[in-house]
């Protein structure tokens, strides 16, 4: 009996299917990278008596319906938010004496203005009005203020940046002592705590 | 080579996006947390859901609209669908339009706080909305 040889498959065609998958995985893939900022909302509890905290520690910033900013009773450009709340922040105006002194501030020390960073609350007003976009601008400019002085101080006293760091740590590229890099980071925090206070927005805007 | 590159990394949408979606820019962002975070999309309907939908802005919760009186219910699912031992670091994503009024977003927080879901995050696009 003759030896059939194999029929053989033509694979001519294999190099335009291949070429073709490719095609439509490369259109169908989408690389999703979502960053955002991120926060905290305060629990739902009734609050028997509030904090008392004074007036000098607040820094109000009003954003009405046409998007207009309103920081302390003053109209300001939204470009002078993030250099307001960084002066407002570092003022350190309790007097040296006192125990609430700041030691590591540097701004003005006006005694009209907060008394350290750990006092000092920011409160952001939204008109229901107010569009999205410019919320998330005023809460990014906050955000930037409270992270140019994280910064500033654990460079100052560790020698790294504070979000440079927090990144690493948190994506794991981080290769030394993550325990006590963590221990660091919440030292900072706690030096100079995210208070960012928002009020409920009113109904009706002025 | 190529083609198994992006046969890996295809993940085919799990959402069809009834909403628009143009956030706005921000540069001091932290990175999404996908295993524990659930979506909750805002924003106006997109433009050819408009003559169905209108114009004005509406939640959207996996496939669908949905009303702010049922967002609860909504939330209360997907986290149950979260691994297990997740569940209690839920992260809520909210992606909004840029266009959009304050006051939705705001509605959706006091629900959240209602679901005891404290933890949230503003998706943005890169970038920083003051420079152009």
């Keep these: 009996m003759a030896r059939r040889s194999t029929p053989e498959v033509n694979a001519g065609s294999m190099a335009d299917i291949a070429f073709l998958l490719l095609i439509f995985f490369l259109v169908t893939t989408t690389i999703e990278k979502d960053k955002g900022i991120a926060r905290q909302l305060p629990p739902i509890e009734d609050i028997i008596d509030p904090p008392i905290i004074k007036q000098k520690n607040l820094f109000i910033v009003n954003v009405n319906r046409n998007d207009q900013l309103l920081v302390e009773e003053k109209l300001m450009d939204v470009k002078d938010l993030r250099q307001a709340a960084i002066n407002f922040l570092d003022n350190g105006g309790a007097p040296a004496s006192s125990p609430e002194y700041c030691n590591f501030c540097q701004g003005k020390r006006s005694p009209s203005s907060s008394d350290n960073p750990e006092k000092a609350v920011i409160s952001v007003q939204n008109d229901r009005l107010t569009s999205y976009r410019m919320y998330i601008i005023v809460q990014n400019e906050l955000v930037a203020a409270y992270n140019y002085l994280r910064d500033r101080e654990s460079e100052r006293l560790y020698g790294w940046k504070f979000t440079q760091m927090k990144r690493d740590v948190d994506e794991g590229n981080y290769n030394g002592n993550v325990e006590a890099a963590r221990e660091k980071l919440e030292n900072i925090q706690k030096l100079i705590p995210l208070k960012l206070s928002e009020a409920e927005p009113k109904k009706t805007g002025s | ?132």
């Design chain 2, 1 to 132: 080579m190529l083609l198994f590159f992006f046969m890996v990394v295809t993940v085919l949408r799990d959402t069809n996006l009834l909403v628009r979606q143009q956030m706005p820019k921000a540069d001091q962002v932290e990175k999404l947390k996908k295993d524990r975070s659930i979506f909750i999309f805002a924003g106006k309907p997109r433009s050819r859901y408009q003559d169905i939908y209108g114009t004005e802005a509406k939640i959207q919760i996996g496939d669908k609209y949905t009303p702010i009186s049922n967002l609860k219910f909504a939330l209360t699912g997907l986290r149950a669908k979260l691994r297990p031992e997740l569940q209690s670091f839920v992260m809520v994503a909210l992606k909004v339009d840029g266009d959009t009024n304050t006051g939705l977003v705001t509605d959706i927080k006091q629900e959240l706080r209602e679901l005891n879901m404290l933890k949230l995050i503003y998706i943005t696009s890169q970038g920083n909305e003051l420079e152009n």
